[in-house]
């Protein structure tokens, strides 16, 4: 039996910085992620498969293409002992898959394998297939930390995906922690065996759109 698939696939990215100001940048990221993949088998004759139908081929391909595009926006300010990071940003993703399958058996030969299809008397229904989803996100984080020892993080992103229904295609996820950097302190300051210790607290909201398109 010969089972054999090629997969051709490009993974990339570049991104561009644009500093603005001191203090204000923009990061601007394409991504890309294409495959072609194709699988051939055939079953002669001389196996109970191809016997029994006088020799199978098939063939199959799917096409995979999905690309990412990112666009931050990051300010830092420290003002005496309060230090400032605010991110707000935009994304938007796609993806589309498209496949198609045909076979063919009862073959006068086995000398074409699974590469004249049309060699075959009899067919099958071909099958094919094509579905895109989409992802597009707002986000936004604030991080407030004092003397580098209280910090503070604010996070809200409000995600839109084409996998739901038009009354319930966005949803708003926000999150809160708080964190305190103990080994910062004089008191900890003489511990020679501890480097770093950290007490954080957090709560948020997620979700997931792992549905049918």
């Excluded at 400032?84 to 498209?98: D, M």
């Excluded at 008397?121 to 003397?147: C, D, E, H, M, W």
């Amino acid at each position: 039996r010969t089972d054999k698939q090629v997969i051709d696939r490009f993974m990339g990215t570049t991104a561009l910085t644009w500093n603005i100001i001191s203090d204000l940048s923009l990061k601007v990221s394409i991504g890309a992620d294409m495959s072609n993949a194709n699988r051939e088998t055939y079953d002669p004759r001389t196996t109970v498969a191809g016997y029994n139908a006088n020799g199978r081929a098939s063939q199959a391909n799917r096409r995979s293409v999905s690309y990412l595009n990112e666009n931050i926006l990051t300010y830092n300010k420290l003002v005496g002992q309060h230090s400032f990071n605010v991110l707000a940003g935009y994304t938007w993703q796609t993806e589309t898959n498209q496949q198609f399958s045909a076979n063919a058996t009862d073959f006068l030969t086995d000398l074409y394998g699974s590469s004249n299809l049309g060699a075959g008397a009899k067919f099958s229904n071909p099958t094919s297939s094509k579905s895109q989803n989409q992802l597009v996100s707002y986000l936004g984080r604030i991080n407030y930390s004092f003397r580098d020892k209280y910090l503070l993080s604010l996070t809200g992103r409000s995600d839109g995906s084409s996998r739901f229904g038009a009354n319930n295609k966005w949803a708003f996820f926000p999150s809160v922690a708080v964190g305190w950097k103990v080994s910062e302190e004089d008191f900890m300051k003489s511990v020679d065996h501890i480097s770093g210790l950290k007490v954080r607290a957090s709560y948020g909201l997620t979700g997931n759109q792992n549905i049918a398109n």
